[in-house]
């Protein structure tokens, strides 16, 4: 396995490049690169080395003593999410900035970590901060989806270039207020209202039945709305009861609204009920 290492030193006084030469432990050549700049970022297999440095002069007549040799090891730092867990759904209280608390594994051997969390909304102001230890906690507006990354310095002198994986999750915000029915209908109601919810963006409205005579209710309706009326056509005989939820998108939604109404039979109607029973005569 390769993994990415940058490595710096101090510059050399009127030096035209450097020469870096590492050792592995075991079962590896030596490795030798040239550079401009005091400063080495190369892909090298995991594993522990010693690290040799000499500069060379700008018309490369002269070479440096090398430095003495430094052991550091290349080692598979491997990241994950503990709190909030990849793609997770996260309650707040609904108060307008929620306390999040980040938590990672540990790395070995890090000297300083660097969490960065950005919104949807948001993706060119991101949080941004540091820690020595693998958890922080930070205020963050809900109703929100987040992304997060942490970046990472090792505790030697070597730094790990790194491609940090992005973790997300959403915080959901408060619960929506409960829809209020109006409960004053005509005999014979062409639609069905409700006072609209703060901040809902639709409603999921059923409708039940029963017959007079029964007890269970049955599902005969169901829509979801972006208004707060829901046209009805010609109901027959029975018992009703309707039931309302706002929804809204990265909050709770709210308790279900019901109101429970009769439609009577007209005088039609119950002449024919009575008549098929044989009681109009």
């Given at each position: 396995m390769l993994k990415t290492i940058e490595l710096e030193w101090d510059a050399v006084e009127n030096a035209g490049s450097y020469e870096v030469k590492l050792v592995a432990e075991i079962g590896q050549a030596p490795m030798q690169f040239t550079t401009q700049e005091a400063k080495l970022i190369q892909q090298v297999p995991v594993g522990n080395y010693t690290l040799q440095v000499r500069a060379r002069s700008a018309d490369g007549s002269d070479f440096?003593?090398?430095?003495?040799?430094?052991?550091?090891?290349v080692l598979v730092k491997e990241l994950l999410p503990l709190h909030p867990e990849d793609q997770s759904i996260v309650d707040s209280d609904g108060v307008k900035k929620a306390t999040v608390e980040f938590r990672w594994s540990p790395v070995e051997k890090?000297?300083?970590?660097?969490?960065?969390?950005?919104?949807?909304?948001?993706?060119?102001?991101?949080?941004?901060?540091?820690?020595?230890?693998?958890i922080k906690k930070i205020d963050v507006p809900p109703a929100q989806t987040y992304y997060w990354q942490v970046k990472f310095e090792s505790a030697d002198d070597v730094a790990y270039q790194q491609q940090p994986k992005t973790f997300s999750f959403t915080l959901l915000g408060k619960q929506l207020v409960k829809p209020e029915i109006n409960g004053k209908l005509p005999p014979q109601p062409k639609e069905l209202t409700w006072r609209a919810s703060p901040e809902a963006k639709e409603y999921t409205a059923k409708l039940y039945y029963h017959y007079l005579?029964?007890?269970d209710w049955t599902l005969v309706r169901e829509e979801k709305l972006s208004a707060t009326v829901w046209e009805t056509q010609k109901l027959k005989a029975g018992a009703y009861k309707l039931e309302v939820i706002a929804k809204a998108p990265r909050h709770i939604a709210s308790e279900p609204a019901i109101h429970e109404f009769y439609i009577k039979p007209t005088q039609e109607e119950l002449g024919r009920a009575l008549a098929t029973i044989g009681l109009d005569r």
């Amino acid at each position: 396995m390769l993994k990415t290492i940058e490595l710096e030193w101090d510059a050399v006084e009127n030096a035209g490049s450097y020469e870096v030469k590492l050792v592995a432990e075991i079962g590896q050549a030596p490795m030798q690169f040239t550079t401009q700049e005091a400063k080495l970022i190369q892909q090298v297999p995991v594993g522990n080395y010693t690290l040799q440095v000499r500069a060379r002069s700008a018309d490369g007549s002269d070479f440096s003593p090398w430095s003495e040799p430094m052991p550091f090891a290349v080692l598979v730092k491997e990241l994950l999410p503990l709190h909030p867990e990849d793609q997770s759904i996260v309650d707040s209280d609904g108060v307008k900035k929620a306390t999040v608390e980040f938590r990672w594994s540990p790395v070995e051997k890090v000297k300083v970590y660097t969490l960065i969390v950005w919104s949807e909304d948001k993706k060119d102001t991101p949080y941004v901060f540091s820690t020595k230890v693998p958890i922080k906690k930070i205020d963050v507006p809900p109703a929100q989806t987040y992304y997060w990354q942490v970046k990472f310095e090792s505790a030697d002198d070597v730094a790990y270039q790194q491609q940090p994986k992005t973790f997300s999750f959403t915080l959901l915000g408060k619960q929506l207020v409960k829809p209020e029915i109006n409960g004053k209908l005509p005999p014979q109601p062409k639609e069905l209202t409700w006072r609209a919810s703060p901040e809902a963006k639709e409603y999921t409205a059923k409708l039940y039945y029963h017959y007079l005579d029964e007890k269970d209710w049955t599902l005969v309706r169901e829509e979801k709305l972006s208004a707060t009326v829901w046209e009805t056509q010609k109901l027959k005989a029975g018992a009703y009861k309707l039931e309302v939820i706002a929804k809204a998108p990265r909050h709770i939604a709210s308790e279900p609204a019901i109101h429970e109404f009769y439609i009577k039979p007209t005088q039609e109607e119950l002449g024919r009920a009575l008549a098929t029973i044989g009681l109009d005569r």
